[in-house]
């Protein structure tokens, strides 16, 4: 019985130097950024149309959307690169807020139809974005820039984000006079592309179009990782 409640005990003593070895750990975070100039822009564009008659408010939205979509492939963009994202047709209420206690009345109709579109072609960007205006583009819902391959850049910064990481770690050990270990666990986030805080103009409105500057965008990626460490 001795003996077993000896080996018990060196058991136990094992367990507990492990777990406190296993508890040495140093956890650093750092994140990795790389500008780069981009090659790609998303625009979504829309044609809005108030008619008193539904049909003619969604005719006349899809005449206009039809012409942009026409001319969007003259210019060379390719099917792929156009998606509608929004299509709807809505009453317009008169008299809602009055104090008469009329039933508010429906006075027209809203037809609205919302297309994305990706631009790889840059230098026609600001063409594009003229000549949909002209064919009756008038609901502009935002434009982004992008890399049609954030790969290699997403490599970049991850490199970025680990070497810092390690050079965090080597500071923190070098100062608790401690040695620095192996990497035990690494784990990350990748960032979305964001235009980048310190803009570079880049004008690409071409033949009296739309003018519209690039700049640069970032791509960023976050590392977590712990090390080992011994005395």
Do not use: C, Y
Not at 44 to 71: C, F, H, W, Y
Request: aromatic letters at 2%; zero cysteines.
């Amino acid at each position: 019985m001795k003996k077993i409640a000896f080996l018990a005990a060196m058991l136990a003593v094992t367990a507990a130097g492990m777990a406190h070895a296993e508890e040495r750990r140093i956890t650093v975070d750092a994140t990795g950024t790389v500008l780069a100039a981009p090659d790609m822009a998303t625009i979504t564009l829309g044609v809005t149309n108030e008619d008193p008659q539904a049909s003619n408010a969604m005719q006349a939205t899809s005449d206009a959307v039809a012409q942009i979509l026409k001319r969007l492939e003259d210019m060379g963009v390719e099917s792929r690169d156009v998606q509608t994202r929004d299509l709807s047709l809505s009453p317009v209420w008169s008299g809602r807020n009055n104090q008469s206690g009329e039933r508010p009345e429906i006075s027209g109709f809203v037809a609205s139809n919302n297309v994305q579109v990706r631009v790889r072609d840059l230098t026609q960007l600001g063409t594009i974005m003229d000549g949909v205006i002209q064919d009756g583009a008038n609901d502009f819902g935002g434009l982004s820039f992008g890399v049609q391959d954030p790969a290699p850049l997403q490599a970049q910064a991850r490199a970025k984000a680990v070497a810092e990481a390690t050079a965090k770690a080597e500071q923190l050990a070098q100062a608790a006079n401690v040695t620095l270990g192996q990497v035990q666990q690494i784990s990350e986030r990748v960032g979305g592309i964001n235009p980048a805080p310190q803009m570079r103009a880049m004008a690409m409105a071409e033949g009296g179009g739309v003018p519209v500057a690039g700049g640069e965008i970032s791509i960023s990626v976050n590392v977590s990782m712990e090390f080992g460490m011994a005395e």
